[in-house]
């Protein structure tokens, strides 16, 4: 065994040990091989619309042109902001080929959070869909956001079809809120227009040229925006490929993979969007996975072959019974992410279907895929052993590295290591060492087998379904209401979404009240940041310098 790379052992044959990322330059080179090779195959379906390879290439093209015309310039930033659907890839590389750099953007977003974002991160420009505009109103006179490009649900679904479902849409109180902003386009509009011009690629791209800020609230802190390069998501790519191919039997040309997760989240974002198109396969696009009756309607209409979830998802389809009467008969490749994967629910997959789901682990850091769980080696309670050209250590508390068996912080170091915070050098600093190790703030060992177990989080992240909620940002919104003193946040266990919120208040004002607070939170945080429980508390356990002790709270 490597003592190295103990995990080396554990690679079944046929996957190599180590990628070679400068194969492709950037990622629009290595993805027109795909496109060109794919032309005429779909490469993305929602509510049964499809669209080709070669659809994507001309609407991203006359995007990009469109938004050159516009006065965006090479480096600028342009915000999505749109939940899974076909115009998410189109936004997506109509910026990447006008040499612009894309902010992926949680369309759950309140305005707040959404300032932050869009001023951390200096976009000019947001594609975002129409129902979200009402918010975006409240704060885009604080950010450099000059252009606006709206889309409908229903925006690419053809004229019949997509007037149906925006009608009915528009027609349900408060999901497309009245605004009074001018100056924006459709995207119908902007790929009309953009066709009149000439597409410019004449702009530095290169292996180190960062093409995406992932925003993330890294191991602790505001959230800060993750710098990746084309080397990093190719590297990604690249890895992920190598996973994947043995579960299709190393025939990826007819694959159908079902995308419930949310592409701005950067699980889905490499594997549902970048990934699956290098593989030449199928997306099946899903808005909303919680309406599970909307993901069931996928099954009978594809016969799905892979799919991404965390276990929030899975646990829900498996206590779904038209799920169990569908059509999943010809899954062969189940990923899990984002949190961890609870044993009862792999047992219980396992036993339905005759499949492993695939935990992996990862992060928004190393874009994100770190292990994966290789075909017909998959260990209960692991989250796999190393991608390709990845090494993962486990130190102690003074940076002594651990030996197999001993549990210690994760530190990770591959080609898909991120370049380091946006505007953030300290931060980065405190990320990522002088000779490119990556803290990952998880604490976990290495087994004999080379496979790593997660343990526990060094920092005090809460993990809701597969999301990053950090405490410091909940509390600061909970100050923001004057009958609060103090409080804490802390997450606690959930069997519906791993963990959830529960916060520790003591009163300013005894009038105070959890509707209250509640009430308050939904105003100011995203829904699954929202607290699940409020208890009240005459004091709160602090340290000798007054520090609040969530560790205290939480024993």
């Given at each position: 065994?490597?003592n190295?790379?103990?995990?080396?052992a554990s690679?079944p044959?046929?996957i190599?040990?180590?990628?070679?990322?400068?194969?492709?330059?950037?990622i629009?080179?290595?993805?027109d091989?795909?496109?060109?090779?794919?032309?005429?195959?779909?490469?993305?379906?929602?509510?049964?619309?499809e669209?080709?390879?070669?659809?994507?290439v001309?609407?991203?093209n006359?995007l990009?042109?469109y938004?050159q015309s516009?006065g965006?310039?090479?480096?600028?930033?342009v915000?999505?902001?749109?939940?899974?659907?076909?115009?998410y890839?189109?936004?997506?590389?109509?910026?990447?080929?006008?040499?612009?750099i894309?902010?992926?953007?949680?369309?759950?977003?309140?305005?707040?959070?959404?300032?932050?974002?869009?001023?951390?991160?200096?976009a000019?420009?947001?594609?975002?869909?129409?129902?979200?505009?009402?918010?975006?109103?409240?704060?885009?006179k604080?950010t450099?956001?000059?252009?606006v490009?709206?889309?409908?649900i229903?925006?690419?679904l053809?004229?019949?079809?997509?007037?149906?479902?925006?009608?009915?849409?528009?027609?349900?109180?408060?999901?497309?809120?009245?605004?009074?902003?001018?100056?924006?386009?459709?995207m119908?509009?902007?790929?009309?227009?953009?066709?009149?011009?000439?597409?410019?690629?004449?702009?530095?791209?290169?292996?180190e040229?960062?093409?995406?800020?992932?925003?993330?609230?890294?191991?602790?802190?505001?959230?800060k925006?993750?710098?990746?390069?084309?080397?990093?998501?190719v590297?990604?790519?690249?890895?992920?490929?190598?996973f994947?191919?043995p579960?299709?039997g190393?025939?990826?040309?007819?694959?159908?993979i079902?995308a419930?997760?949310?592409?701005?989240?950067?699980?889905?974002?490499?594997i549902?969007?970048?990934?699956?198109?290098?593989l030449?396969?199928?997306s099946i696009?899903?808005?909303?996975p919680?309406?599970?009756k909307?993901v069931?309607?996928?099954?009978?209409?594809?016969?799905?072959?892979?799919?991404t979830?965390?276990?929030?998802?899975?646990?829900?389809?498996?206590n779904?019974?038209?799920f169990?009467?569908t059509?999943?008969?010809?899954?062969?490749?189940?990923?899990?992410?984002?949190?961890?994967l609870q044993?009862?629910?792999a047992?219980?997959?396992?036993?339905l279907?005759?499949?492993?789901?695939?935990?992996?682990?990862?992060?928004?850091?190393?874009?994100?895929?770190?292990?994966?769980?290789?075909?017909?080696k998959?260990?209960?309670?692991?989250v796999g052993?190393?991608?390709?050209?990845?090494?993962?250590?486990?130190?102690?508390?003074?940076?002594n590295?651990?030996?197999?068996?001993?549990?210690?912080?994760?530190?990770i170091?591959?080609?898909?290591?991120?370049?380091?915070?946006y505007?953030?050098?300290?931060?980065?600093?405190k990320?990522?060492?002088?000779d490119?190790?990556?803290?990952s703030?998880?604490?976990?060992?290495i087994?004999?087998?080379?496979?790593?177990?997660?343990?526990?989080?060094?920092?005090?992240?809460?993990?809701?379904?597969?999301?990053?909620?950090?405490?410091?940002?909940?509390e600061?919104?909970?100050c923001?209401?004057?009958?609060v003193?103090?409080?804490?946040?802390?997450g606690?266990?959930?069997?519906?979404?791993?963990?959830?919120?529960?916060?520790f208040?003591?009163?300013?004002d005894?009038?105070l009240?959890?509707?209250?607070?509640?009430?308050?939170c939904?105003?100011?945080?995203?829904?699954?940041?929202?607290?699940?429980e409020?208890e009240?508390?005459?004091e709160?356990p602090?340290s000798?310098?007054?520090?609040?002790?969530?560790?205290?709270?939480?024993?």
């Amino acid at each position: 065994m490597n003592n190295a790379r103990p995990w080396i052992a554990s690679y079944p044959s046929g996957i190599p040990a180590n990628i070679d990322p400068s194969q492709y330059p950037t990622i629009l080179e290595y993805l027109d091989e795909t496109c060109t090779k794919y032309a005429k195959k779909p490469a993305f379906s929602f509510m049964g619309k499809e669209m080709t390879y070669g659809d994507l290439v001309q609407k991203s093209n006359a995007l990009g042109a469109y938004l050159q015309s516009r006065g965006l310039e090479p480096g600028d930033k342009v915000a999505i902001m749109m939940p899974n659907l076909l115009q998410y890839p189109v936004a997506l590389f109509g910026i990447l080929k006008a040499g612009l750099i894309v902010v992926n953007t949680n369309p759950l977003y309140t305005p707040r959070e959404m300032e932050h974002q869009f001023k951390d991160s200096g976009a000019k420009g947001i594609i975002i869909l129409e129902n979200f505009i009402y918010n975006l109103e409240k704060v885009i006179k604080e950010t450099d956001v000059k252009v606006v490009i709206s889309t409908s649900i229903g925006g690419m679904l053809g004229s019949v079809k997509g007037s149906l479902v925006n009608f009915a849409i528009r027609n349900v109180k408060r999901m497309v809120p009245k605004h009074g902003m001018s100056n924006i386009v459709t995207m119908k509009e902007a790929l009309k227009q953009g066709k009149k011009f000439e597409l410019n690629s004449d702009f530095k791209n290169e292996p180190e040229s960062v093409i995406a800020l992932q925003y993330t609230g890294g191991t602790t802190g505001v959230s800060k925006g993750a710098m990746l390069t084309n080397r990093n998501l190719v590297a990604n790519m690249m890895q992920i490929k190598t996973f994947i191919l043995p579960y299709m039997g190393g025939d990826s040309s007819n694959q159908v993979i079902l995308a419930p997760l949310p592409l701005y989240h950067i699980f889905a974002f490499t594997i549902n969007c970048l990934a699956t198109m290098d593989l030449g396969a199928l997306s099946i696009l899903v808005a909303n996975p919680r309406d599970l009756k909307s993901v069931i309607k996928e099954f009978e209409r594809y016969e799905i072959t892979g799919m991404t979830g965390v276990n929030t998802l899975y646990n829900a389809l498996l206590n779904h019974e038209p799920f169990r009467n569908t059509n999943w008969k010809k899954l062969q490749f189940i990923a899990a992410g984002g949190t961890a994967l609870q044993k009862s629910v792999a047992e219980e997959w396992k036993k339905l279907t005759g499949q492993d789901i695939s935990e992996g682990y990862g992060m928004t850091e190393a874009s994100p895929v770190v292990t994966s769980s290789p075909y017909k080696k998959v260990k209960l309670g692991s989250v796999g052993i190393p991608v390709p050209s990845t090494d993962i250590q486990i130190i102690d508390e003074v940076g002594n590295v651990l030996p197999l068996g001993e549990t210690g912080e994760i530190q990770i170091k591959g080609p898909q290591v991120m370049k380091g915070y946006y505007n953030r050098p300290e931060e980065t600093a405190k990320t990522i060492t002088a000779d490119g190790w990556l803290n990952s703030g998880d604490i976990g060992y290495i087994d004999d087998e080379g496979y790593l177990k997660i343990v526990d989080r060094k920092k005090d992240m809460i993990l809701v379904s597969g999301f990053n909620v950090y405490p410091n940002e909940i509390e600061d919104v909970l100050c923001l209401n004057e009958k609060v003193l103090e409080s804490a946040a802390i997450g606690i266990p959930s069997d519906r979404s791993g963990e959830c919120v529960k916060v520790f208040i003591v009163k300013k004002d005894q009038s105070l009240t959890k509707d209250e607070i509640i009430t308050h939170c939904r105003e100011n945080l995203t829904g699954y940041k929202v607290p699940k429980e409020v208890e009240f508390r005459d004091e709160l356990p602090k340290s000798n310098v007054g520090k609040i002790l969530r560790r205290k709270l939480k024993e």
